[in-house]
């Protein structure tokens, strides 16, 4: 995505069949913002970060389980998926979503 240039995020990834489509938005040593669609029962599988990150739904919604616990989120959810717990993503429905990943100032936590 060029910079200083205005996009409608929802828009910049279409939905492919029984496929998950990533897009980088801004990749650097510190971290990175990810687009990503999911069709129905697509997903992440379960991983264990050793960075937080957070996930904000921009269209449908999708199943989040963060150390065991599901959650729900819908269109403007967004969750922090703590550092070192095991957490997986799965479409609930077509949805799409951002994530950011910040792998620096974990001196002060």
Same mark, same amino acid.
């Given at each position: 995505? +060029?910079?200083?240039? +205005?996009?409608?995020?929802?828009?910049?990834?279409?939905?492919?069949?029984?496929?998950?489509?990533?897009?980088?938005?801004?990749?650097?040593?510190?971290?990175?913002?990810?687009?990503?669609?999911?069709?129905?029962?697509?997903?992440? +599988?379960?991983?264990?970060?050793?960075?937080?990150?957070?996930?904000?739904?921009?269209?449908?919604?999708?199943?989040?389980?963060?150390?065991?616990?599901?959650?729900?989120?819908?269109?403007?959810?967004?969750?922090?998926?703590? +550092?070192?717990?095991?957490?997986?993503?799965?479409?609930?429905?077509?949805?799409?979503?951002?994530?950011?990943?910040?792998?620096?100032?974990?001196?002060?936590?």
């Amino acid at each position: 995505m +060029a910079k200083a240039q +205005a996009k409608v995020l929802v828009e910049i990834l279409e939905y492919l069949p029984d496929a998950v489509v990533s897009k980088s938005i801004i990749k650097k040593l510190t971290g990175a913002v990810t687009v990503s669609s999911l069709d129905d029962g697509q997903g992440f +599988a379960e991983k264990i970060s050793p960075f937080d990150t957070f996930v904000q739904i921009i269209e449908g919604q999708a199943e989040v389980v963060i150390n065991g616990e599901c959650r729900i989120l819908k269109t403007g959810d967004g969750i922090v998926i703590p +550092a070192h717990k095991p957490n997986s993503i799965k479409a609930d429905g077509r949805f799409k979503m951002i994530s950011t990943v910040i792998k620096s100032g974990y001196e002060s936590d």
